[in-house]
């Protein structure tokens, strides 16, 4: 079919902007992602209602998408924007992509129901199960009925987990294994032993959702392609409807540190769900990345990672030196379990060639008025999360000396290490002796000379002699409490 055919259905009162009219379509494909190229297998025409567009610049990035995956013209929808902008014009010209406007009272499902029967039969097919799938998603399925109509539509089966092996819909015998491989793969979709991997979305994968298609699908990904935008359209509006709850908790962070007055802060907590009696921690992550420009900064992923990490029951709040949010501690659960359950999602995650997770845990608090020093807590652990290496770290660890070594430069506790170990540590590469090992065991003993030689298994003397050459080397005295603390943080700090 032409689109020149198109515009002669006066109907529909479609008006084209730009573009060869004489150009042909095997297919309509609706979609409102801001890269669906993914989807498309070309000769289509897309409609869109230009939800993805934000900004001028989203029009040149949407319309190369289309034209890599060589649709055949784009229809444009005015209910969003009242209009068809001009960049969008501009970009389908300088791309010679065929460009019609549709009107507002005119729904691509009319317009799909008219255009429907002028196509080929599996034209039609196609077109017929995309919408049908597209209305549910649409109509507000679930992704469990979602998955039921696509069963039965496409005949695909599965699951969607996500990046940390959870289980999002469906069925999988070993979700970590196939999130791994989600994480690790080098271009998607992949086979996973008896599973198909694709990606749902354009997102980061540290938090993205892998669909996992049961078979060989390489051959057919068509089918894939299409179940991972309808779960990629359920995921999209998920994510708008706690937009809100994200709004409100920043609101409440902002003010705690703020320090507003008691009222304004119990105010805000309700609105945020909490009531004063209620426990709850706070949580500050983030996910460092060897991703070049163009990726998503250090809290925002941390913020997504860690909703994901905690299946959403967190009260994601904002930014403040890394993504901070509202952990409530409803039943019986405890600051433990929930650091277990980050750790755990956390440890999958490192597959991911490149990434960090950084994650800082508060204790359990309640009121509004703990909010700010349970933000500050967090932080501190996070710090020290990220001195480590990542991982998790919660609030009992920071109040050691550990935070103080986290929070003093790198290039500072090296120094400071170096100073006092570098010339019991070149003693011991020269006599092939075992002076920084005698001396941290000797430290860790309290100072006892009997406790230090039965764990060394030697002669109270030789601890004696041992610990003299290092006090001879570095022009220390172990007897005092002072060079004890030297040794023992420069020992942590190596």
Known sequence: MRISDLLAIGELRLRLLTGDPAREF???????????GRYLSGGELVLTGMMWRTAPGDAARFVAALTEAGVAALGAGQAWLGHVPEDLVEACAAAGLTLVEVPTEVSFRTLAELVVPRLSGDARDALGRHRRLLTAVSEGAALPELFALTAAELGVTGAVVSASGRVIVGSAEDPVRLAR???TAARLPCRVGEHTIFGVGRGHRAAGWALACDGDLLD??????ELAACVAVEHSRMEEGRRVERRLAEQLVTAALAEAGPAELDARLRTCGLDAAEPYAIVNATVLTADGPGAPDAATLGGQVVEELLDREIIAAGRVDGAVGLVPLRGTTTVSEVAERLSAGAEVLSALPGTRICVGLSGALTGAAAVKGGVEEAGHARRLAEARGGGVVTSDEIYTHALLLATAPGDVRRSFADRLLTPLLDYDGRHQSELVRTLGTFLDCAGSWNACAERLHV?????RYRIRRVEELTGRDLSTMTDRVDFFLALRAR
């Not at 095997?26 to 669906?36: E, F, Q, S, W």
């Not at 002669?459 to 601890?463: F, M, R």
Request: glycine fraction near 8%; proline fraction near 12%; aromatic fraction near 8%.
């Open 181 to 183: 491989a989600y994480l």
């Open 26 to 36: 095997t297919g309509v494909h609706i979609t409102d992602l801001p890269d669906p």
């Open 220 to 225: 057919r990904p068509d089918l894939g392609y």
């Open 459 to 463: 002669h109270v003397n030789t601890v």
